[in-house]
């Protein structure tokens, strides 16, 4: 059985494209150790991450997070054992974003395309959190 675990937390300021290459680089070295999968919507000092995998590499990643001085007020929305993960193919989606990657985004994340449409009842936890956070900051 797989483990998800969802929070949210709030920049300590704002990040500029530098500071998230750098994050990226150090989540994509870490998970591909742990197999840990995920999300990352950033927007405006805000952020929701969901990370997948085993439950004791995930809680293990999360704690490592919870300590790192970039960010405060974490709260932890969901932890749980999951059917499946939501984004298996993605070792930390996230994205400064081209035309075609925003198109491949809006493949796996479809509210992107329509912030107003209704939830899809295949969403499971980890997309309905993506799409309230989306929901809530996209006009930002």
């Not at 998970?31 to 995930?58: A, D, H």
Request: hydrophobic share 35%.
């Amino acid at each position: 059985m797989e483990y998800s675990l969802i929070y949210l937390s709030s920049s300590k300021g704002l990040f500029t494209d530098d500071e998230i290459s750098l994050i990226l680089k150090q989540s994509h070295a870490n998970n591909v150790s742990l197999n840990i999968t995920g999300v990352l919507l950033y927007c405006n000092g805000s952020i929701i991450q969901v990370l997948e995998g085993p439950k004791e590499k995930v809680e293990g990643l999360y704690e490592k997070i919870s300590k790192d001085d970039r960010h405060r007020s974490l709260v932890r929305l969901y932890a749980g054992e999951i059917q499946q993960r939501s984004f298996s193919d993605w070792l930390m989606g996230y994205r400064t974003l081209s035309t075609q990657q925003f198109d491949h985004l809006q493949e796996h994340l479809t509210f992107v395309k329509d912030p107003l449409s209704p939830p899809l009842k295949s969403d499971g936890v980890a997309m309905t959190l993506l799409r309230s956070f989306f929901q809530n900051n996209y006009r930002n």
